[in-house]
């Protein structure tokens, strides 16, 4: 079950964040790189999903199977509810006053909106970037990677924590960057450094999915490539979403893309085509995704 | 926004794929020359077809590096990139058929200008050279056209080729013993490969034809394969 709310009233310890969270320790107490030991992430599977604002409806019958140990894209124009798609898959989309969903979103089966499933377990297991860094500033580097974990695993001791840390900042490309100044603000790092900080913040929580709404619209070209690579070493353990608007990222960084469009202004956005991205960038089947790919609109 | 977004970009690549086909113009300016200096053994003007050939070359290099500027500065993707990367082969196809006509015109002045011609053997030649100009105007066409049936269609008249080389080869057997005329007959045996290589390189066109249409490369005739 996924972290069901009956369950939080449980006293803490192995039990506290539900069945998925039974199968690997709660707290890691290794230097391991997160990248180094493949693992079989789960599925994300989407049927029929429609979200709203109040009356307006931003995304229309949503039906697609995100794959574990992948990297998905998420590519459309300004608009098309790609970012507001994303953001329904960890359940974040309802924080927004007035939005619903409708329709299905499991992970691995099991309904991520199930009604006795705790939101916040879902969005531990199912981990965000956002498009500007956004680490804690004034909180160290250290903080900023234990925050996470300071709020789902209380009980985690000191030494616990570091062996997170360090884990956490490895697999994120970032410890020997930062590993003499752990207790410098999160705000002391570059704009590329802090990016990569929020990404080991949420590997720290050992998430089954990251999302990532253009995590590198606000880097240069340099950190831009270094999250690149990152990513591609992260699927190795997770299975991970990018909403990007950068097409050659997309082709660069994904495995699989999938296109979204709208008809046209005020109406849902919706998927037009799923594919390897080999195949989405070489020869899609629909001439909408070959027009947007191309350049040719948007 | 536009009606259609990089509109410049769009012209400059179909300016490219013009001056790309319209290499096979040249190539088939060059055949013709090429026959003619066969059949009349016009040493002259197979010397012309030599010089000349640095036309192709021209384009070639001209166009080829476009197309690179092009893939470097605009990241063409789908349709975009399968034709510019079908033009880049179909370049080296022209740039190819430039050099076997000027195989064939240096071999001209080797038998000199009262040579011991077979007129069965030139007949064949120069059925063998007219075929193969059809191949590159067809292929022009296939592509231009984007006709994937139209560029099949060219196995077909490559098998005439493939015919008639073969004819020229029995036919040299045949010419007796005459030390002049087997060495007239050898230099014919290269021409006529020439041309037989020449109707190949069009149907390479054509299977580029297919690439740009359907996104998959496969060989029209497996020549190590036949089936």
């Known amino acids: 079950m996924l972290g069901a709310a009956t369950k939080r009233s449980e006293p803490q310890g192995k039990k506290g964040g539900g069945e998925m969270a039974e199968s690997r320790p709660a707290t890691a107490t290794t230097t391991e790189p997160a990248a180094v030991s493949g693992r079989r992430a789960k599925t994300i599977e989407t049927r029929g999903v429609d979200l709203f604002y109040g009356d307006f409806q931003a995304v229309e019958a949503v039906t697609m199977t995100i794959e574990p140990n992948k990297v998905t894209a998420l590519i459309g124009s300004s608009g098309c509810g790609k970012t507001t798609f994303l953001r329904s898959l960890n359940r974040m989309h ?205 | 926004m536009p009606e259609v977004a990089r509109a410049e970009y769009l012209e400059e690549l179909a300016s490219l794929e013009a001056s790309a086909l319209g290499g096979l113009d040249l190539v088939n300016i060059a055949l013709g020359r090429t026959l003619e200096a066969v059949e009349r053994q016009d040493v002259e003007l197979a010397q012309l077809v030599v010089a000349d050939d640095d036309r192709i070359d021209g384009r070639y290099l001209e166009v080829h590096q476009a197309l690179i500027t092009l893939l470097a500065t605009q990241s063409p993707v789908a349709t975009d990139l399968r034709l510019i990367s079908s033009l880049l082969h179909v370049l080296k196809n022209i740039e190819r058929m430039g050099d076997q006509c000027v195989n064939i015109c240096k071999v001209i002045p080797i038998s000199g200008n009262e040579p011991p011609a077979d007129e069965e053997m030139v007949r064949l030649i120069l059925t063998m050279g007219r075929q193969a100009k059809t191949l590159i105007t067809q292929a022009k066409r296939a592509f231009e056209e984007r006709d994937v049936e139209m560029a099949q269609d060219l196995v077909r008249q490559d098998d005439v080729v493939d015919d008639l080389n073969r004819d020229c080869f029995r036919l040299a057997l045949q010419l007796g013993d005459d030390a002049d005329k087997r060495e007239w007959a050898m230099t014919m045996l290269l021409a006529a490969r020439a041309l037989e290589r020449t109707a190949d390189n069009a149907v390479d066109i054509g299977e580029q034809v297919a690439f740009v249409v359907t996104g998959l490369f496969r060989e029209f005739e497996d020549a190590s394969h036949p089936s």
């Open chain 1, 94 to 298: 309802e924080l927004t006053p007035g939005a619903r969903v409708q329709g299905e979103v499991t992970l691995d089966g099991e309904d991520v909106y199930g009604s006795r499933v705790d939101p916040v377990a879902v969005r531990r297991l199912i981990g965000m970037v956002f498009q500007q860094p956004n680490p804690f500033p004034t909180m160290s580097i250290y903080d900023n990677v234990a925050a996470g974990l300071n709020l789902n695993a209380k009980k985690a001791s000191k030494t616990q924590r570091d062996g997170v840390v360090e884990r956490s900042l490895r697999g994120a490309h970032l410890w020997e960057e930062v590993k003499d100044r752990l207790d410098k603000p999160g705000g002391s790092l570059s704009g590329g450094q802090q990016q990569r900080l929020c990404i080991a913040r949420a590997i720290a929580v050992e998430p089954e999915v990251l999302l990532m709404d253009e995590p590198c619209s606000a880097l240069d070209p340099v950190a831009t490539l270094a999250v690149e690579d990152l990513i591609g070493e992260l699927k190795s353990r997770y299975t991970i979403v990018i909403v990007t608007h950068n097409m050659q990222q997309a082709a660069r960084a994904s495995d699989v893309t999938a296109f979204f469009n709208l008809d046209a202004t005020g109406k849902p956005g919706h998927l037009v085509e799923m594919g390897p991205t080999e195949e989405m960038f070489t020869n899609p089947n629909q001439k909408e995704t070959e027009d947007y790919v191309s350049g040719r609109f948007g």
